[in-house]
């Protein structure tokens, strides 16, 4: 079996990742050959390289370049795939035309959210319409996701992330990485993280609020940011400079598994008047470090935290009901530990990597035999 792995770019973010980690578990499969098509050369998960496989870039000189078109159906009649596998809205609708005059499934995973606006404005949902009356299966990340951008039935699957948990193996000692942060014992602070990027997706608006709130009232508490995008200087503005050494930027970092190993509790907020999370790999990364999650309730992220039982589920824009859950967790370690304890057998029984890779192959599978 030949795949074509057709995706926009490898930057940092949920969907790269997931891609990454399938090719690296597809490539023990000796049944399976696969090459990746990127339409953009910067490339954040670089070991993608250690793969061995082939790399087809197929650049866009503007963004109505339809050259890309003929591009990627000469590149399907030289590599001869079984299977077209995109993994976002643009490259399935690019993938659709050689898919039909070739005969080639196509494979449509760009369900990776929970579109809230269900219009023709929303360019990912016009996608969807264009592209799923030509896709042989639609992958979701979360079954929230298949509902909102109305996907037919008989042509979806949910198959949820699956996250590496060797990755959270061997780290940083979390001394070491607090005092490198905060200039200060691990065990003198309780720490509370966000990993996310700072676009208008998420809510770190309503997280500032919090942090700030809570950090007059407790000496002891520390905030950790990780991420960047659009919208990082000014959030990062909004923090007064008297409060800088307690609510900590870090950018982007590729060592986020010990980062988030110092946190007491990880948080992802997400501003749900723009944006529904399809399964959140922030959350996974909580989750597998056995941390509680403070999450917004909806979308995919209702599948993942369970709300009183892995950490909880607030309402958008509600910064007391954050405040409130992280008060109960800094007065509560046995709580603490019991949801954290929660977060990582979620994870282990239904996020595990090990359990995505057989997914998707059943899937491909299955996918040819009806062909």
Known sequence: ??????????????????????????????????????????????????????????????????????KFYNLCKSVKPDIIHCWNSMTAVIAVPSCKLLNIP??????????????????????????????????????????AYGAPQNKSICIYN???????????????????????????????GMVAAFEPRKDYKTFIKAALSLI?????IRFILVGDGTDFIKIKNSVPPESSDKIIFLGQRSNVESIVSLFDVGVLLTNSKVHGEGISNSILEYMALGKPVIATRGGGTNEVVLNNQNGYLINPDDSDGLIRCIQTLINDCSLRKKLGVKSAERVQNIFDLNIMPQEYTNMYQNVLRKK
């Open 1 to 70: 079996m030949k795949i074509i792995f057709f995706i926009d770019s490898l930057r940092g973010g949920g969907k790269e990742r997931r891609l990454v980690e399938l090719m690296k578990s597809l490539k023990l499969n000796p049944l399976i050959e696969f090459e990746l098509v990127l339409m953009n050369k910067d490339i954040h998960y670089t070991k993608v390289f250690d793969l061995n496989i082939k790399i087809h870039y197929l650049i866009r000189k503007t963004k109505k370049d339809l050259t890309v078109f003929f």
């Open 106 to 147: 196509l494979i449509n995973g760009m369900v990776i959210d929970t579109p809230v606006k269900q219009t023709v404005l929303n360019k990912d949902w016009l996608r969807a319409k264009l592209s799923f009356p030509f896709s042989n299966k639609i992958i979701g990340n979360s079954t929230s996701g298949l509902i």
């Open 162 to 192: 699956g996250i590496d948990l060797n990755r959270f193996k061997n780290l940083k000692d979390a001394n070491i990485a607090s005092n490198e942060i905060f200039g200060t014992n691990k065990y003198n602070v309780f720490i509370v």
């Open 216 to 220: 007059h009232s407790n000496e002891s």
